[in-house]
C-alpha cells in the first residue's frame, strides 16, 4: 500500500514568490494535515481537511492556505514568501474521521527561501 | 511554557542498552499519546499510539502514559544502530482537534555498535 506522496521534495524560492505544495493521501483516508517542522519552532500544525471542507486551522497568517479535492488529495499554498517559510512542509494522513490522532506522515516538501 | 516538553538530548547508547525516552505535558485534555520516530531527512513515522493511561508493547517498544502525573515514556529494550532517529512524543485532546497534534521537541538518539 503506497505511503503518503508529497511534490515537489525540495524547492528554492526567492521572497516574494509564492509556492504551492501536494499531498496525496494514503488511498482510503479522507482526512489530511499539513504541518511546518523548523529546528527552532519543532512540528507546528498548519491546517486539516476532510471531505474538502477546513475542519481545523493552526496560528498561522493568511499567507498560509490550504485545498482539498474530491479525491482527497490536498494542496497548500503559500504566498510572499519570507525567509523565515524556509522549512520542511509535512503532510499527515489518517483513516479515522474523528480527533484521535493517528497520522501517518509524508516525507515533506523541504522549502528553502533566499 | 510548551504545552508538551521533552528533553533534547542528543542521548547516545551502547547496542543493547535500555532506552528510555520521556515527555512530560501541561494539558489536562490531552488523552491519545503517540511516539513518533523520524530518521533524517524523512517524514516522522508512527511508532507507538495509546490512549488514556497505560501501558502498550510492540515487540523492543513500550509506551507508558502517566494522565495523574502527566507524563509520556518510550521505552526500546536491546537497542540497535537503526534505532538511531530522532525520536518525537505526540498528543491530542480528541474532539474538535481535527489533524492538531502537540508534539515534543524531539530526542535525538544514537545507538553505536
Known amino acids: 500500500k503506497a505511503g503518503v506522496t508529497q511534490t515537489p521534495r525540495y524547492l528554492i524560492k526567492t521572497r516574494g514568490q509564492q509556492v504551492t505544495l501536494s499531498c496525496s493521501p494514503i488511498?482510503?483516508?479522507?482526512?489530511v494535515s499539513w504541518y511546518q517542522q523548523t529546528p527552532g519552532q519543532g512540528l507546528q500544525f498548519l491546517f486539516e481537511y476532510f471531505s474538502e471542507t477546513q475542519r481545523n486551522k493552526g496560528n498561522f497568517p493568511g499567507r498560509f492556505s490550504g485545498r482539498q479535492f474530491s479525491n482527497s488529495r490536498s494542496e497548500m499554498n503559500v504566498s510572499t514568501l519570507e525567509l523565515g517559510d524556509s522549512a520542511l512542509y509535512l503532510c499527515a494522513s489518517s483513516l479515522v474521521t474523528g480527533a484521535t490522532g493517528e497520522l501517518f506522515f509524508g516525507e515533506g516538501s523541504r522549502l528553502t527561501v533566499l | 511554557q510548551k504545552e508538551v516538553e521533552q528533553d533534547p538530548g542528543p542521548l547516545s547508547v551502547p547496542e543493547g542498552a535500555i532506552v528510555s525516552l520521556n515527555c512530560t505535558y501541561s494539558n489536562s485534555a490531552f488523552q491519545y499519546f503517540m511516539w513518533y520516530r523520524q530518521y533524517s531527512r524523512k517524514g516522522p513515522e508512527l511508532l507507538m499510539y495509546?490512549?488514556?493511561?497505560g501501558n502498550k508493547e510492540d515487540g523492543r517498544f513500550t509506551a507508558q502514559v502517566d494522565k495523574s502525573s502527566k507524563y509520556i515514556s518510550l521505552f526500546i529494550r536491546d537497542s540497535q544502530p537503526s534505532d538511531s532517529a530522532t525520536y518525537l512524543c505526540a498528543t491530542t485532546g480528541g474532539g474538535t482537534s481535527y489533524g492538531k497534534l502537540t508534539f515534543g521537541q524531539g530526542t535525538i538518539l544514537t545507538v553505536h555498535p
Open positions: 488511498s482510503g483516508h479522507r482526512s
Open positions: 495509546t490512549y488514556s493511561s
